[in-house]
């Protein structure tokens, strides 16, 4: 099993562009979530899904869409990159909301 | 919403010590507990955990406890080793959303 992927690792982009970064998983997990992590902070939660085809809101979900089309794929598209969403963002997957599975992280940087 | 307070947020211990790593939280609802470890530039990844209905879990040199009237949870390492050098984050966990700590950079000195 890959686990949880992210692409890609790394990415700027300008203020106003728009991107969608991409995570996977291939563990049948039902449970995926987006997270973003600012120097000195902890993870904040962005949006999550509980399923295909089921999406919420988390704590800072302004400036970010999420879908779920299938189990396996959670992408997360930026609308208008803006520099305050300069972050490393970390997709998670777990089976039912227990131990959460991490990516590797994609470092954002938006000038 | 949840609320989680995380402290020290730096602890410096000597190799060989204990090192414990305190939380709050703020909604009585929450039943979920885990404890996170991140080395730098990695991802973090889950080190213990515990439910609502349980009171300590212990695994090897690491345990948690949990006082739920207080709603404050703890991590308790002990024989610090250098390989526990890292930033450790609690979260909380209500309906499969996790809210977490800020976390605190562990040093472990020689």
């Known amino acids: 099993n890959a686990g949880v992927t992210q692409t890609p690792k790394f990415q700027v982009l300008k203020t106003g562009q728009s991107m969608t970064l991409q995570c996977a998983q291939d563990m049948n997990h039902e449970y995926m979530s987006w997270y973003r992590q600012d120097p000195g902070m902890g993870l904040r939660l962005i949006h999550y899904?509980?399923?295909?085809?089921?999406?919420d809101q988390g704590e800072v979900p302004n400036g970010y869409n999420v879908s779920r089309s299938t189990t396996e794929d959670f992408p997360l598209r930026l609308l208008s990159a803006a520099p305050s969403q300069t972050s490393v963002y970390f997709c998670?997957?777990?089976?039912?909301?227990?131990?959460?599975?991490f990516g590797p992280g994609t470092r954002l940087t938006v000038l | 919403g949840e609320n989680v307070e995380q402290h020290p947020s730096t602890l410096s211990v000597q190799e060989g010590d204990s090192a414990v790593i305190k939380c709050t939280y703020s909604?009585?609802?929450?039943?979920?507990f885990p404890w996170y470890k991140q080395e730098l530039g990695k991802r973090p990844q889950l080190i213990i955990d515990?439910?609502?209905n349980v009171g300590e879990k212990k695994d090897q040199r690491i345990a948690v406890t949990l006082n739920k009237t207080a709603k404050h949870f703890s991590l308790h390492i002990t024989e610090t080793q250098p390989e526990d050098s890292a930033v450790y984050f609690c979260a909380a966990s209500r309906n499969y959303q996790l809210i977490w700590g800020a976390g605190t950079k562990l040093i472990i000195k020689p």
């Open positions: 909604d009585s609802a929450s039943n979920y």
């Open positions: 998670a997957s777990s089976k039912g909301g227990d131990e959460q599975f």
């Open positions: 899904s509980v399923g295909a085809g089921i999406t």
């Open positions: 515990i439910r609502s």
